[in-house]
């Protein structure tokens, strides 16, 4: 069988021809314990897939479990605008709201139990995350380390701290290692990359490999029909190398990918990867091999920066590079998530001193900027903890221009590039900046991390004077648009388009279907020629149901957005 030898292949190259045999058949009595799951009728990618970001108890109700009231939330007003939910991590857990998981098979009983999501899956598909990097260390399974229980002694990276670390790569400023002390007495310096409270997973070990195939096919028979693989670009670690996208790290990615393609062929993976573009798409592989979506972490620090300088030529440039590898591959387009704004993937796009630029507004407007560790001991811009609403409403306002539109606009290039959408919960619910949460907790993400009553959101979604209500409703009614056009199938073919410095413009076709989307992303109004659209005749605006005939200009007021089609007749003005 091709898929057991591809596995077979990956093991003997990421352990040894030795070691890879011993692995594969751990892997392989796993593999004959689960059953096969048939390839979907329905391919992941086209222009229906939208994805919704959320906790699951981001929403709450007195006296409900919190995946009940989010269910029910749910069924009213996203069925049939969102083909998946992304649940950020529901497990029992210990810090990090949710990432420092202490028990991989379990729900955490504050939020409900299995029967919730599966019941949920029936109306969404269902995307999970999956923890690879680390454990809690309040885990049982961290506990069974300490005293050296069998199958757990090589379960973390113990390390000589005399060692020189200096070539590893940052993403945080703690130090790398934490001691432990071990039932025997035995103090260890373990590997930490994010906290002391999440423990790196020693993926030399066949433990751990056999421990996370098992999470691995237990999501999957769960309902998981996406998998998030959090922070994987730290998987393997080697003493003297950089410990991030090592050649094993890609292996392991093709491994979990091989083992999908035997037992549940319809399963997407996408891999989180905060980091510069050209790192971030090594993710794709060979277009067939390994990833099949990768986060396009460029997007949001870029956006924000082409609405705070109004100039959308930088944003056009790199947007013209968007291209997977295969037809088996696309972007997951995003601009906000439950962490803050990354600005690593400008390095390389963007100079220093315009990340900078970047970091100093949201210690203005928000919790501030998290930093990073280099390797000469200085520290840098990591991510900004602000929401992207605030964010992209920093600064002045426009008289006369509703912000909830200067929002949409930067939403709605996200919704025309090529890829699947994906928007976070307090995005399209208009919600800012959380700062009694980090009064509370110390941590600059919990800006971004509110739980919100369920009962306070329904009443602002009924106000048309709240913020949130012309936010929700609009963006809603943006996505339902989107779904029913051919043109923003992933596959469509985009052309970036040179109309205006203050204008994002792309022009999407697909099997006979043209879409021209127009933003400003200034407070200026900016008059383009139509005839440089590319399209012939009339013109109707897909979002508004305007119908323009010929034009001689096209006027795009601030922040003003269009998806314009050719229409082959126009209705006469009525006398």
Same mark, same amino acid.
């Given at each position: 069988?091709?898929?057991?030898?591809? #596995?077979?292949?990956?093991?003997?190259?990421?352990?040894?021809?030795?070691?890879?045999?011993?692995?594969?058949?751990?892997?392989?009595? +796993?593999?004959?314990?689960?059953?096969?799951?048939?390839?979907?009728?329905?391919?992941?990618?086209?222009?229906?897939?939208?994805?919704?970001?959320?906790?699951?108890?981001?929403?709450?109700?007195?006296?409900?479990?919190?995946?009940?009231?989010?269910?029910?939330?749910?069924?009213?007003?996203?069925?049939?605008?969102?083909?998946? $939910?992304?649940?950020?991590?529901?497990?029992?857990?210990?810090?990090?709201?949710?990432?420092?998981?202490?028990? /991989?098979?379990? #729900?955490?009983?504050?939020?409900?139990?299995?029967?919730?999501?599966?019941? !949920?899956?029936?109306?969404?598909?269902?995307?999970?995350?999956?923890?690879?990097?680390?454990?809690?260390?309040?885990?049982?399974?961290?506990?069974?380390?300490?005293?050296?229980?069998?199958?757990?002694?090589?379960?973390? +990276?113990?390390?000589?701290? =005399?060692?020189?670390?200096?070539?590893?790569?940052?993403?945080?400023?703690?130090?790398?290692?934490?001691?432990?002390?071990?039932?025997?007495?035995?103090?260890?310096?373990?590997?930490?990359?994010?906290?002391?409270?999440?423990?790196?997973?020693?993926?030399?070990?066949?433990?751990?490999?056999?421990?996370?195939?098992?999470?691995?096919?237990?999501?999957?028979?769960?309902?998981?029909?996406?998998?998030?693989?959090?922070?994987?670009?730290?998987?393997?670690?080697?003493?003297?190398?950089?410990?991030i996208h090592l050649p094993q790290t890609h292996a392991m990615v093709k491994l979990f990918?091989?083992?999908?393609?035997?037992?549940?062929?319809?399963? #997407?993976?996408?891999?989180?990867?905060?980091? %510069?573009?050209?790192?971030n798409i090594s993710y794709f592989g060979g277009g067939r091999d390994e990833a099949q979506?990768?986060?396009?972490?460029?997007?949001?620090?870029?956006?924000?920066?082409?609405?705070?300088?109004?100039?959308?030529?930088?944003?056009?440039?790199?947007?013209?590079?968007?291209? %997977?590898?295969?037809?088996?591959?696309?972007? /997951?387009?995003?601009?906000?998530?439950?962490?803050?704004?990354?600005?690593?993937?400008?390095?390389?796009?963007?100079?220093?001193?315009?990340?900078?630029?970047?970091?100093?507004?949201?210690?203005?407007?928000?919790?501030?900027?998290?930093?990073?560790?280099?390797?000469?001991?200085?520290?840098?811009?990591?991510?900004?903890?602000?929401?992207?609403?605030?964010?992209?409403?920093?600064?002045?306002?426009?008289?006369?221009?509703?912000?909830?539109?200067?929002?949409?606009?930067?939403?709605?290039?996200?919704?025309?590039?090529?890829?699947?959408?994906?928007?976070?919960?307090?995005?399209?619910?208009?919600?800012?900046?959380?700062?009694?949460?980090?009064?509370?907790?110390?941590?600059?993400?919990?800006?971004?991390?509110?739980?919100?009553?369920?009962?306070?959101?329904?009443?602002?979604?009924?106000?048309?004077?709240?913020?949130?209500?012309?936010?929700?409703? =609009?963006? $809603?009614? !943006?996505?339902?648009?989107?779904?029913?056009?051919?043109?923003?199938?992933?596959?469509?073919?985009?052309?970036? +388009?040179?109309?205006?410095?203050?204008? /994002?413009?792309?022009?999407?076709?697909?099997?006979?279907?043209? #879409?021209?989307?127009?933003?400003?992303?200034?407070?200026?109004?900016?008059?383009?020629?139509?005839?440089?659209?590319?399209?012939?005749?009339?013109?109707?605006?897909?979002?508004?149901?305007?119908?323009?005939?010929?034009?001689?200009? !096209?006027? +795009?007021?601030?922040?003003?957005?269009?998806?314009?089609?050719?229409?082959?007749?126009?209705?006469?003005?009525?006398?």
């Open positions: 069988m091709a898929g057991m030898q591809s #596995i077979r292949n990956l093991l003997d190259q990421i352990y040894s021809p030795e070691k890879g045999a011993r692995a594969f058949e751990r892997v392989r009595r +796993l593999l004959e314990r689960f059953p096969i799951h048939p390839t979907s009728k329905r391919h992941f990618f086209s222009q229906n897939d939208t994805v919704l970001i959320t906790y699951a108890d981001s929403l709450r109700e007195d006296g409900q479990p919190p995946l009940q009231t989010f269910r029910e939330f749910a069924g009213e007003y996203f069925k049939d605008v969102f083909s998946t $939910i992304h649940f950020l991590p529901f497990f029992p857990y210990s810090s990090d709201d949710g990432f420092s998981v202490m028990d /991989f098979f379990a #729900i955490d009983p504050n939020l409900g139990g299995w029967t919730d999501v599966e019941t !949920l899956g029936e109306d969404f598909d269902l995307m999970f995350d999956m923890v690879l990097n680390h454990i809690s260390a309040r885990s049982a399974w961290f506990d069974n380390y300490l005293r050296n229980e069998p199958g757990f002694e090589t379960l973390a +990276l113990a390390v000589d701290p =005399s060692k020189n670390l200096s070539m590893v790569t940052r993403p945080r400023t703690h130090p790398l290692l934490t001691p432990f002390r071990k039932e025997n007495k035995e103090t260890v310096h373990l590997w930490t990359t994010f906290s002391e409270d999440q423990i790196d997973l020693n993926y030399q070990s066949l433990d751990v490999l056999e421990k996370m195939v098992s999470v691995l096919l237990f999501y999957v028979e769960k309902g998981a029909r996406v998998l998030r693989f959090d922070a994987i670009a730290y998987l393997w670690k080697e003493i003297g190398a950089n410990c990918r091989a083992i999908l393609d035997v037992v549940a062929p319809s399963t #997407i993976i996408i891999t989180e990867t905060n980091v %510069p573009h050209p790192e979506m990768v986060y396009n972490f460029t997007l949001p620090p870029l956006l924000l920066h082409t609405f705070q300088t109004g100039d959308a030529r930088t944003l056009s440039n790199w947007a013209a590079t968007l291209q %997977p590898p295969s037809t088996e591959t696309t972007f /997951f387009n995003f601009t906000a998530s439950h962490d803050g704004i990354g600005v690593r993937p400008l390095e390389g796009i963007l100079p220093h001193e315009e990340i900078r630029k970047l970091a100093d507004m949201a210690n203005v407007h928000g919790a501030g900027a998290s930093m990073k560790r280099n390797p000469d001991g200085s520290d840098s811009p990591y991510e900004l903890n602000i929401t992207y609403m605030d964010a992209i409403l920093s600064g002045p306002a426009t008289p006369g221009i509703d912000p909830a539109r200067k929002f949409l606009a930067s939403q709605a290039i996200q919704y025309v590039l090529p890829g699947v959408p994906a928007t976070y919960i307090h995005s399209i619910l208009g919600s800012g900046n959380w700062n009694e949460g980090v009064r509370m907790t110390g941590r600059p993400r919990t800006i971004n991390r509110e739980k919100l009553s369920v009962r306070t959101i329904g009443q602002k979604l009924k106000d048309p004077e709240t913020l949130g209500f012309r936010i929700f409703h =609009s963006y $809603i009614h !943006l996505i339902r648009v989107r779904k029913n056009q051919r043109a923003f199938n992933p596959c469509a073919a985009m052309r970036v +388009l040179d109309l205006h410095p203050s204008v /994002f413009a792309v022009s999407r076709e697909y099997d006979g279907q043209i #879409i021209v989307a127009l933003t400003n992303v200034s407070s200026n109004e900016v008059v383009i020629s139509p005839g440089d659209t590319g399209l012939p005749g009339g013109m109707e605006d897909l979002l508004t149901g305007n119908r323009l005939k010929k034009p001689a200009q !096209l006027h +795009l007021g601030p922040y003003e957005y269009v998806w314009l089609t050719p229409i082959e007749t126009v209705p006469e003005d009525p006398l």
